[in-house]
């Protein structure tokens, strides 16, 4: 698979740019200041890998809202920021009451946006091949719980089943942003993380108060509560990345809970209330789904693109 990689020219143009922009700010408004110091880098080439691997989280997302909320996805709403890459595997609409879909419909749109400020920014690849099948997601729910779900678990089958299916992705995305933050160089890919991050919190806060106004209802068919299913998904995923605990349901112990003082865990943080973080190997093992960064599976069957992604797969060649 061929990865592109931003030209130098393109990462002059976007200095030259923003010196520009800053110029412009300092001499013509002087009540809203430039963003950022002066004599500061603003793009390094680690930074590019870095912000590159967070393109393959974001393309989950956006081809999984697009499908769920539309019935089409990425190739239809925003074809160039595909980049020639194959549709993904076995998405489809959810079925979804209006609410529910409006609120995802509006997430895709955003996730596009993430999409087209990563790629003009840091430039991009073409989009992996990804499994949004509910095959998939019936595996992942099936490991999760340690036992095989009957009938199958079907994130599309309705609202709550897709938004437990949902809760799946965005906050693997969030937390792999936050793990990125202290390593970034330079004033323009901090700040975009800055931007992208804010949003991802927001999405995933959406979802987990969705389910925590449904804590107690057990889900159709099955004689789970939607909190016990949140609270064997983020269980799996702390299996699966092997660094301990980073991940809690939307109820929780009292000694995970916000000052060891509540059960209640809309939004799942350490023990300084402070969102956790994960580093790229942890977050392939857990979107592979084998708990093996160099073992392709789950969403990513051939493997998540990239740099860095690339280069912990096994048998491939590294691509500069």
């Given at each position: 698979?061929?990865?592109?990689?931003?030209?130098?020219?393109?990462?002059?143009?976007?200095?030259?740019?923003?010196?520009?922009?800053?110029?412009?700010?300092?001499?013509?408004?002087?009540?809203?200041?430039?963003?950022?110091?002066?004599?500061?880098?603003?793009?390094?080439?680690?930074?590019?890998?870095?912000?590159?691997?967070a393109?393959?989280?974001?393309?989950?997302e956006?081809?999984?809202?697009?499908?769920?909320?539309?019935?089409?996805?990425?190739?239809?709403?925003?074809?160039?920021?595909?980049?020639?890459?194959?549709?993904p595997?076995?998405?489809?609409?959810?079925?979804?009451?209006?609410h529910?879909?409006?609120?995802?419909?509006?997430?895709?749109y955003?996730?596009?946006?993430?999409?087209?400020?990563?790629?003009?920014?840091?430039?991009?690849?073409?989009?992996?091949?990804?499994?949004?099948?509910?095959k998939n997601?019936?595996?992942i729910?099936?490991?999760?719980?340690?036992?095989?779900?009957?009938?199958?678990?079907?994130?599309?089958?309705?609202?709550?089943?897709?938004?437990m299916?949902?809760?799946?992705?965005p906050?693997?995305g969030?937390?792999?942003?936050?793990?990125?933050?202290?390593?970034?160089?330079?004033?323009?890919?901090?700040?975009?993380?800055?931007?992208?991050?804010?949003?991802?919190?927001?999405?995933?806060?959406?979802?987990?108060?969705?389910?925590?106004?449904?804590?107690?209802?057990?889900?159709?068919?099955?004689?789970?509560?939607?909190?016990?299913?949140?609270?064997?998904?983020?269980?799996?995923?702390?299996?699966?990345?092997?660094?301990?605990?980073?991940?809690?349901?939307?109820?929780?112990?009292?000694?995970?809970?916000?000052?060891?003082?509540?059960?209640?865990?809309?939004?799942?943080?350490?023990?300084?209330?402070?969102?956790?973080?994960?580093?790229?190997?942890?977050i392939?093992?857990?979107v592979?789904?084998?708990?093996?960064?160099?073992?392709?599976?789950?969403?990513?069957?051939?493997g998540?693109?990239?740099?860095?992604?690339?280069?912990?797969?096994?048998?491939?060649?590294?691509?500069?």
């Open positions: 698979m061929v990865l592109l990689l931003p030209s130098t020219s393109i990462v002059i143009f976007t200095f030259v740019t923003l010196v520009s922009s800053v110029c412009n700010l300092v001499t013509s408004d002087p009540l809203c200041p430039p963003e950022y110091l002066e004599h500061e880098i603003p793009i390094t080439k680690e930074d590019i890998d870095m912000m590159q691997f393109e393959n989280l974001e393309h989950l956006c081809d999984l809202f697009l499908w769920s909320a539309l019935g089409f996805g990425l190739d239809h709403v925003a074809p160039q920021l595909v980049m020639g890459g194959p549709p595997i076995g998405a489809q609409k959810a079925n979804l009451d209006f529910t879909r409006k609120l995802i419909e509006e997430f895709a955003q996730e596009v946006g993430h999409l087209r400020a990563l790629k003009t920014t840091v430039g991009g690849f073409p989009r992996p091949l990804m499994d949004l099948s509910a997601f019936a595996m729910m099936n490991e999760a719980f340690g036992y095989e779900l009957v009938p199958p678990f079907d994130p599309y089958r309705d609202s709550v089943s897709y938004m299916g949902a809760y799946v992705v906050y693997v969030l937390v792999a942003y936050v793990g990125t933050n202290p390593n970034l160089k330079g004033y323009v890919t901090k700040r975009l993380l800055a931007g992208l991050l804010g949003v991802e919190a927001g999405q995933d806060a959406v979802i987990r108060h969705y389910l925590y106004d449904r804590a107690g209802e057990v889900v159709h068919p099955y004689n789970h509560t939607v909190a016990e299913f949140t609270n064997r998904i983020s269980g799996f995923r702390n299996r699966l990345a092997m660094c301990g605990i980073k991940d809690e349901g939307i109820i929780v112990p009292h000694y995970l809970g916000a000052e060891q003082r509540t059960e209640s865990n809309v939004l799942s943080a350490d023990i300084n209330s402070l969102s956790y973080s994960r580093t790229p190997p942890e392939l093992r857990i592979y789904g084998g708990g093996n960064e160099s073992v392709p599976g789950g969403f990513f069957p051939h998540a693109n990239g740099r860095i992604a690339r280069n912990f797969l096994l048998d491939q060649p590294s691509h500069n």
